[in-house]
């Protein structure tokens, strides 16, 4: 009984036409997100006198329908606190002089500026005060540096992943390595970031620790789907997160910026979990931490125990192969 092979011309036609639909899905997945970035409920505050408040959230709402979820604050402290705690990412504060507009750059300096567009809409024209609660460092104003500088992390924890998968055998070895790439990623990535290139500013420890946990959850989901299911587990961690994670992520803008629910579903992926812990607390006092500290535990758990359970299987299948 003969078995038909493909002739290696029709291998590489379907091989370009694979390629070239990867290529189809993955442009609007990566392109469309960005080409769409404007407030969906962008969460703000608009502090002052309740009057004038009222009026103010009303003008906001409706120049942009849909845009801004307002809270509304008795005065500037209160807002500010709001700012410090990631609970707004802008707020109009209204005095005897008029508007002005607080920021936390920090937080999403694409939010920021899209604020202060709105605050220009809102002062009739005139240009409004811009007071910064929370900036970003001198050597990242525009914030380009941190989101570009997060990718990377990503990059080499998914290798991490993989390569321990490919190149060590056995369930505790794949662990102790793991472990390794957190405490190393975590140390260096702060010790880069923050030591050398300036674009977080906040606990060492605490930067480095919040890289370690993101580098330890990416690398575990990887390693846990790659001990599983062998080469196409890899390939489904960088799926889950590179591909899909990375685009989701809002590392660069804001959850609240993305087309909904791409936005918020990012969030509950390890590399947009992973921004916005370290933004929390490098610029935050870790303000805004709790679920994506949560989040990316949650990978890590599930990919340590994937690699036990895989290593459990293999030594199964082992012994019984013996007999």
């Known amino acids: 009984m003969s078995s038909w092979k493909p002739s290696p011309l029709l291998l590489a036609v379907l091989a370009a036409a694979l390629a070239v639909t990867g290529q189809a899905l993955l442009v609007p997945l990566f392109a469309a997100p ?40 008795p005065d500037a402290e209160a807002a500010d606190r709001a700012l410090r705690g ?9 005095g005897a002089d008029g508007i002005t507009l607080h920021t936390a750059s920090a937080a999403s300096p694409t939010a920021a500026a899209l604020l202060t567009e709105a605050a220009g809409q809102l002062g009739g024209g005139r240009p409004v ?12 104003p525009r914030g380009a540096g941190f989101a570009a500088g997060f990718l990377p992390l990503a990059m080499t924890s998914l290798l991490a992943g993989a390569l321990l998968v490919l190149l060590v055998a056995g369930g505790l070895a794949r662990l102790v390595g793991l472990a ?17 290139l300036g674009v977080i500013a906040g606990d060492w420890l605490a930067e480095a620790a919040a890289i370690g946990l993101f580098a330890l959850a990416t690398s575990a989901v990887v390693a846990g789907l790659g001990a599983l299911l062998g080469r196409p587990g890899i ?43 370290l933004r929390s607390v490098a ?25 036990l359970v895989a290593s459990r299987i293999h030594r199964g299948a082992s012994t019984t192969n013996r007999r």
């Open 129 to 140: 005060p811009v007071v910064e609660v929370v900036p970003t460092t001198a050597d990242d």
């Open 86 to 94: 990631r609970e707004v990412y802008g707020a109009f504060v209204i």
């Open 235 to 277: 390939g489904l961690g960088a799926l889950l997160v590179f591909l899909i994670g990375n685009p989701l992520s809002a590392v660069g803008a804001a959850p609240e910026l993305l087309p909904q629910p791409w936005g918020a579903l990012g969030q509950w992926l390890p590399v947009g979990a992973g921004g916005t812990l």
């Open 283 to 307: 610029f935050f006092d870790g303000a805004g931490a709790g679920r994506p500290i949560a989040v990316l535990a949650g990978y890590a758990v599930v990919g340590l125990a994937l690699v």
């Open 180 to 196: 390794a790439t957190g405490v190393l990623a975590g140390l260096t990535g702060a010790v880069v970031l923050d030591g050398w």
């Open 34 to 73: 960005a080409a769409n970035v404007a407030p969906r409920d962008l969460p703000v505050a608009v502090a002052g006198p309740a009057p004038a408040v009222a009026e103010t959230a009303g003008r906001l709402a409706a120049a942009r329908p849909g845009a801004f979820a307002v809270t509304t604050l």
